[in-house]
């Protein structure tokens, strides 16, 4: 069964160090998503992308967070300068047009130190 | 008011025991309801989603939906101890004219299938 896959499974990074999250959606979806999870909170919604560009952020999506789809298989997700508050689980989800069935990949840990 | 609410829990039942599972939401705007079920340290795992008002089953899963009353629950019947997790509901609204839509997510019930 297809599914979405994240690497790395968990980063360690010092503040202000560059960090990109890299995910590899399910082949024939077209609409890719990051979705963050602090430790015991609930599951946030950062951005969406579709067609190369990005169809809506949220807040926290400040412009140390960027995206990008390099090729047709990766989209990743870069955090400029890391701070503490970034420690998260990150997740990325892909769907299908008129699908409204977004599919997560298993995440990828970062602890900023 | 959150957009959405869940009941945190936690929540602990006998093996064989029908579980409620319950969100409120405030926003209209929201068109699909879904149930993701969580393992600790893993992304959600989509278990059921409906669009319209009513119930739909699969397997020993129920979900419900009643838009007049803003009000989705999740039901398990013969619960199993694998069925022990976070359970997740997230609501859908469109965000472009592309078709995408933001899910919004509830805070998640743990639940434990006591054997």
């Known amino acids: 069964e297809p599914e979405v896959t994240q690497t790395p499974s968990h980063q360690v990074t010092q503040m202000g160090q560059e960090v990109i999250l890299r995910c590899v959606p399910i082949s024939n979806h077209l609409y890719f998503y990051w979705y963050r999870q602090i430790l015991g909170q609930k599951v946030e919604f950062l951005v969406s992308f579709y067609n190369n560009e990005i169809s809506e952020k949220s807040e926290i999506f400040d412009d140390q967070f960027s995206v990008e789809r390099p090729d047709g298989s990766n989209f990743t997700l870069k955090i400029r300068s890391t701070k503490l508050e970034d420690s998260a689980m990150y997740f990325c989800?892909?769907?299908?047009?008129?699908?409204?069935?977004?599919?997560f990949g298993p995440g990828t840990r970062l602890t900023v130190l | 008011q959150k957009e959405v609410e869940q009941d945190p829990g936690p929540l602990s039942v006998p093996e064989g025991a029908i579980v409620s599972l319950n969100c409120t939401y405030s926003n209209s705007a929201f068109q699909y309801f879904m149930w993701y079920r969580q393992y600790s340290r893993k992304g959600p795992e989509l278990l059921m989603y409906?669009?319209?008002?009513g119930n739909k089953e699969d397997g020993r899963f129920t979900a419900q939906v009643d838009k007049s009353s803003k009000y989705i629950s999740l039901f398990i019947r013969d619960s199993q101890p694998s069925d022990s997790a976070t359970y997740l509901c997230?609501?859908?609204?469109?965000?472009?004219?592309?078709?995408?839509?933001?899910?919004?997510f509830g805070t998640g019930t743990r639940l434990t299938i006591i054997p």
């Open positions: 989800a892909s769907d299908i047009p008129g699908g409204s069935e977004q599919f």
């Open positions: 997230a609501m859908s609204a469109l965000i472009s004219n592309f078709g995408n839509e933001k899910l919004t």
């Open positions: 409906t669009y319209s008002s």
